[in-house]
């Protein structure tokens, strides 16, 4: 059977300074890992954000960890990450802080994923098909750095 990382369908940045960044419509099925398998986003530039929320649709059969999103700044690559880690837990990187969630497996049927994170309390939540799943603190005070670039299917380990 063919090993596919993430499906995604549908997703958008809100930004506090803009519409959304909108991608109703679009896919990206990713089938194998290369250096070159990736999507650049061209999102709104920001100055920072002390709040955001990011929905996307993700399927995978794949058992291996991999990066549903990446948002990499100059100094730091992992500004913001959601990592699946394995078929069952999914990981937001904010910079060098770490939120770990268990959430229902994943598979091969597309499921609606968001995450939202706001800097005043550090309140980090992921919403699985609409249902919320345990609240975390992380972040409590940061500001996510602007100017970055954003990549699907892809951890950056540099801006880009």
Request: net charge positive; aromatic share 8%.
């Amino acid at each position: 059977m063919k090993l596919c990382i993430p499906i995604v369908l549908v997703m958008c940045i809100y930004l506090s300074i803009s519409d959304s960044a909108d991608l109703d419509g679009k896919s990206l099925i990713i089938d194998r890992k290369t250096a070159t398998t990736f999507v650049r986003l061209h999102a709104a530039d920001f100055s920072s954000l002390t709040a955001f929320t990011v929905c996307l649709r993700a399927a995978s059969e794949d058992k291996k960890s991999y990066s549903l999103l990446s948002y990499a700044i100059k100094g730091s690559f992992n500004e913001l990450l959601l990592w699946q880690k394995t078929k069952s837990q999914f990981i937001l990187y904010l910079s060098n802080q770490v939120a770990v969630f268990s959430l229902p497996e994943m598979n091969s049927l597309l499921r609606h994923i968001c995450v939202t994170w706001e800097s005043k309390e550090g309140e980090i939540t992921v919403w699985v098909n609409g249902r919320r799943s345990a609240r975390k603190v992380g972040g409590k005070g940061r500001v996510v750095g602007g100017s970055g670039q954003f990549i699907l299917g892809q951890e950056q380990d540099s801006v880009g």
